[in-house]
């Protein structure tokens, strides 16, 4: 069972499941959990080879979806089916996951991703993490300088080192399982059938993950999609625009439940 943290009550109104993207985990949703908690309960899980979770020697999408699956199940037979929102990797896992169990989900929400295979690669990342020498890291800014060299992005370096834990001199993430699965993680599965639910598609206005000819492909899969950006957001754009981003959220979750 993937590591979940539970932030709020229980209310009636449907929980929501927060799903990270590729080296990241339930940690770096705190806040907009937390801002989310107030009319329901959320939770944010740590995917298979991040944080808390268990390690094991896939990085499928249909893999990852059955523990989104794992998960949900408790919570749905408890409240009904819920929101599930997920960002990049927890995004197309999150897609992947209303196709194969649609009676799960109250409504879906993709955050900066499509259902498309990207040429992107993020392996350079790996190599770098991996390069840290870490007998000679003693507090987080000598991880930052040494990261420094491979990855010039501050805020890319930022958010890479919330994995690292500094006193037992250790990386929250599978490296060699992530690299090794890569293909996988940048592709999108071949997955038949369509999602009949509540869906939206929301993107940073300045990301280039998300583009206007991916929306076929998305119409496609899921026929009831919505589609809306945020401007000046990037691909990380709950970190970019937080209170635009849970905005966005609040209103379609309030504007599903309404219809209802």
């Given at each position: 069972?993937?590591?979940?943290?539970?932030?709020?009550?229980?209310?009636?109104?449907p929980?929501?499941?927060?799903?990270?993207?590729?080296?990241?985990?339930?940690?770096?949703?705190?806040?907009?959990?937390?801002?989310?908690?107030?009319?329901?309960?959320?939770?944010?899980?740590?995917?298979?080879?991040?944080?808390?979770?268990?390690?094991?020697?896939?990085?499928?999408?249909?893999?990852?979806?059955?523990?989104?699956?794992?998960?949900?199940?408790?919570?749905?037979?408890?409240?009904?089916?819920?929101?599930?929102?997920?960002?990049?990797?927890?995004?197309?896992?999150?897609?992947?996951?209303?196709?194969?169990?649609?009676?799960?989900?109250?409504?879906?929400?993709?955050?900066?991703?499509?259902?498309?295979?990207?040429?992107?690669?993020?392996?350079?990342?790996?190599h770098?993490?991996?390069?840290?020498?870490?007998?000679?890291?003693?507090?987080?800014?000598?991880?930052?300088?040494?990261?420094?060299?491979?990855?010039?992005?501050a805020?890319?370096?930022?958010?890479?080192?919330?994995?690292?834990?500094?006193?037992?001199?250790?990386?929250?993430?599978?490296?060699?399982?992530?690299?090794a699965?890569?293909?996988?993680?940048?592709?999108?599965?071949?997955v038949?059938?369509?999602?009949?639910?509540?869906?939206f598609?929301?993107?940073?206005?300045?990301?280039?993950?998300?583009?206007?000819?991916?929306?076929?492909?998305?119409?496609?899969?899921?026929?009831?999609?919505k589609?809306?950006?945020?401007?000046?957001?990037?691909?990380?754009?709950?970190?970019?625009?937080?209170?635009?981003f849970?905005?966005?959220?609040?209103?379609?979750?309030?504007?599903?439940?309404?219809?209802?």
């Open positions: 069972m993937l590591n979940t943290v539970f932030i709020g009550q229980p209310t009636d109104r929980p929501l499941l927060i799903v990270h993207g590729l080296f990241g985990s339930a940690r770096n949703w705190g806040v907009i959990s937390k801002r989310l908690s107030d009319q329901r309960l959320v939770a944010a899980v740590d995917m298979r080879n991040h944080g808390e979770s268990p390690r094991f020697p896939t990085q499928s999408y249909p893999d990852m979806a059955g523990d989104l699956a794992e998960v949900l199940e408790p919570l749905v037979a408890d409240h009904g089916p819920c929101h599930v929102m997920g960002h990049s990797m927890g995004g197309k896992a999150a897609m992947v996951l209303a196709l194969t169990r649609p009676q799960l989900l109250k409504s879906l929400i993709v955050a900066d991703i499509s259902p498309v295979s990207y040429s992107h690669d993020n392996t350079p990342l790996i770098a993490m991996r390069g840290l020498n870490l007998s000679k890291v003693e507090k987080r800014s000598d991880a930052d300088r040494q990261l420094a060299r491979e990855v010039l992005d805020g890319v370096r930022a958010f890479l080192l919330q994995s690292l834990v500094v006193k037992e001199k250790r990386w929250l993430l599978n490296l060699d399982v992530l690299e699965e890569m293909p996988k993680i940048v592709a999108f599965p071949e038949s059938g369509t999602f009949g639910g509540p869906a598609f929301l993107s940073g206005g300045e990301s280039t993950y998300v583009e206007r000819d991916h929306r076929d492909r998305a119409k496609a899969l899921f026929p009831k999609a589609f809306a950006s945020i401007p000046g957001a990037g691909h990380w754009l709950h970190a970019e625009k937080p209170r635009e849970e905005a966005a959220c609040r209103t379609w979750m309030e504007t599903v439940e309404a219809a209802r």
